[in-house]
């Protein structure tokens, strides 16, 4: 009598199979839980301002209950086809590199919120349903509740799965000045391993 194991599904995945199921469908984000911003317009301007970003440029922030900005880093990200591994690998390189961890507490406080800035409209995209996954994975590693996923295209912004938007600001247009009602934002984070990472993966 012979023994064996039958191959598993995700081990009969190619490459290109495997990387396109690390990602979340609009529907699977829905049903996530993920909590609402009070002030969406308040969140993208604010980090539309310190960051400044252009297309290909990923933005991670993690705010505090009162949803007051704790800590934020941005990224260049040339990943194609995308991938949400690898995604989440860079953006949990960036949450380790600006803020403390929480996994001891037993309930995540803080919550961290992606903004993605890129070309095309704000339709759904897989490339978004992989930063979905890896925003999600990168949280539970790192001790965070899940937040947003934001696109900022030409035509403005917009809260995926949430339908909520506006036309400014913009992928291409200029930061406007920081609210004078905000305490002094923390400095911004750019680059780091984790673009080091993507940038190499890209050149492959």
Do not use: K
């Not at 199979?17 to 909590?35: D, F, K, M, V």
């Not at 403390?100 to 409209?121: I, K, S």
């Amino acid at each position: 009598m012979t023994f064996g194991f039958a191959p598993s599904s995700a081990a009969s995945l190619s490459p290109s199979a495997a990387s396109a199921t690390r990602l979340l469908e609009p529907a699977e984000w829905a049903a996530a839980g993920i909590p609402l911003l009070r002030n969406p317009r308040e969140i993208v301007g604010g980090l539309h301002s310190r960051h400044r970003p252009r297309p290909a440029t990923a933005i991670v922030a993690v705010l505090d209950p009162d949803e007051r900005l704790r800590a934020s880093a941005s990224f260049a990200s040339h990943r194609v086809p995308a991938d949400g591994w690898m995604f989440r690998n860079a953006l949990l390189a960036q949450l380790r590199r600006v803020i403390p961890h929480d996994l001891r507490r037993r309930t995540p406080v803080r919550t961290a919120v992606l903004l993605y800035c890129r070309e095309g409209d704000a339709r759904w995209t897989e490339e978004d349903g992989a930063w979905m996954w890896g925003l999600r994975d990168a949280c539970t590693l790192h001790g965070l509740r899940c937040g947003a996923y934001i696109t900022l295209t030409r035509d403005g912004w917009q809260v995926l799965g949430e339908g909520r938007g506006g036309r400014r600001p913009n992928a291409v247009s200029a930061p406007e000045p920081f609210a004078t009602s905000e305490t002094s934002p923390p400095p911004p984070r750019t680059g780091g391993v984790a673009s080091d990472v993507l940038r190499r993966a890209a050149a492959r």
